[in-house]
């Protein structure tokens, strides 16, 4: 039976741009299965997303290619999977490459038997050798030759690669001298000064390049520096920001930060853009705002950055119904970056007699820094500014070269609407909002967060992972979860509206609901955590265990952050319980190597060392209000805000439980792990609170 391309029938953008594809595709499913089953033919198994530059060129030059196409479907189950639509097929199958010795990555490509499960594989090929790589057409006549004569050398690898990645999901055996019984703070200050040795303290980030943000890295630096008044933790977090915000893996006309820069100067982004990167950079923008001093120059970047994000975002992110696009394609008319590359000649036209001086700032030269062209960057001096006329009439000139750019091709936008990536951003936009005092940017997180359990729950309540055009996805993976429980957590506590003890009360209620969900259907045995998919879910060769980081934060690190969170607000020790179950699943991992487990880590300590905000006082009164605005740029890392009314009581548990009103005034009790200080009610006097270092800290750091 001669197969047909039957990726028209998708939703996915990523999988509809292969629709016309002389290869005969089909989406992952029972069908596609059953033909290999059938047929006896080995899967073909390509997985990648809409932005992905490299899938583009592979796309192009093999899955266009009729020859290339005739071979894949004579002796093959072509299937394309949308990474970002099946998490759970992308990260077995990167584990899979991994045991392998290969670096993993996009476009994905697998050979699979017809029962799905892995025997050999690779990323991008070339169509015919070169560059020292084999050629995809030979690939694929050598494979299919082994297939056919050769079984048990497939079977081999087969065995091998099953095992190999069941034992990722598997505690590893750690030497005694290695053994970790609990993190201690002494452990946290220990990863982070290792981890601040791997950091270009010249220009910023980890390593060489290419160069990741590495939020949840940058972020236990950042605590690190808090905590132990440690000034190298604290300008390896600063330097690598400065050199991101004014680097061009920056917008600097449209706002939004790109996925990675391809060099170490923070110069050349893989320019795709992504949701959930600009989610992470935005909360830990405001954390590092938040905790520098209000004198240095760094925190007018940062709120500029975070302004100019959000606005993008709103721009250029927002579907019809306030959710968030997943990403922005890195190519335009056939080329990587065309959409935001610039001529001097161009630009020199546009801006005039102010161009020189925009040219000087932006390093803007005829010769070019890509490819001929120009990449719009300040890291000439990143950091620094000029006097506010000069500041000014560099936005102006932006104004005019952003509008001259609208009239440009633009590259496509993967508008699928994902669970997990907008309850990332749903909480960045509500950490901002109410840092910055922004009703605008909370409702555009409260619009988001409604689309969600609008469209993408079922009438059980469970969720969906993806939604598009009316269609929704696979059911919700364990990230789904934890990132919109997180989210509701972190709206319940920047609601300060007159209805806002009603509102408080039904996230926290419906996040509490998704983590009984979680408790039943993704909770492992002991020693315990929470595997990626649902025990109801499609059965898959393996199911995974882990803790460690990808591109975004772990459920398992999220759901960490959720207990720390619900048991400082509500003084309930099961989340406590729960809490410490989950971080000594993952002790072994993190004593044989920490690196990858920075969100768990992160949200462990915040368990450990608590810090919580608690402010009683009668609803929309001035003097509740005024204490709300003396908090909100509380400095310390991962800090929780409770806001009760005057009646309502605090469960037994909580540390300020019986506290209220003073002499009639709204107060502020700020409390550590069971201890409260005494209670504040005057606004300023909180400028003094906001010195106060918890038990184990080092004294107050000076700038």
Known sequence: MMLQNRLAETASPYLLQHADNPVAWQPWDSEALRLAREQGKPILLSIGYAACHWCHVMAHESFEDTEIAALINEAFIPIKVDREERPDLDMLYQQALAVMGQQGGWPLTMFLTPAGDPFWGGTYFPPRARWGRPGFADILAGLAGTWANEPHKVEQNRAALVAAVSRLSAPPEVDDEEELEALTPAHLDRMAKLLAGRIDMQHGGIGDAPKFPNTGILTLLWRGAWRSNDNALRQAVITSLVHMADGGIYDHLGGGFARYSTDREWLVPHFEKMLYDNALLVDLMVDVWRGEPASTPLRPLLAERIEETVIW???????????????IDADSEGEEGAFYLWDKAEIDGLLGP??????????VTRHGNFEGRTILGRLADPGQRGTADEEAELARCRGLLLAARDGRIRPATDDKILADWNGLMIAALARAAFTFNRPDWLAMAEKAWNFIITHMMTPEGKLRHSWREGRPGPDGFLEDYAAMARAAVVLSQVTITMDGRQKRERYLQQAKQWLEIVEHHFAAPAPGGYYMTPADGEPLFSRSLS??????????????????????????????????????????QIAQNFFPYASLINATEQAMMPVQLVIVGKAGTPDLLALIEAVRACPFPAWTLTIREEEEALPAGHPAAGKGLVGGKAALYVCEGQTCLAPLTDPAAVAGFMAYRPSGWAPAPSH
């Open 354 to 363: 102010a161009a020189a001086g925009f040219a000087r700032v932006y390093g």
């Open 547 to 588: 803790a460690a980081d990808a591109a975004t934060p772990s459920g398992n690190g999220l759901l960490m952050e959720v207990f720390a969170s619900l048991h400082a607000l509500t003084g309930v020790t099961e989340w406590e319980g729960r809490a410490r179950q989950l971080v000594s699943a993952f002790l072994p």
């Open 313 to 327: 975002l709103a721009r250029e992110m927002a579907t019809d119904g306030g959710a968030f696009a997943a990403t």
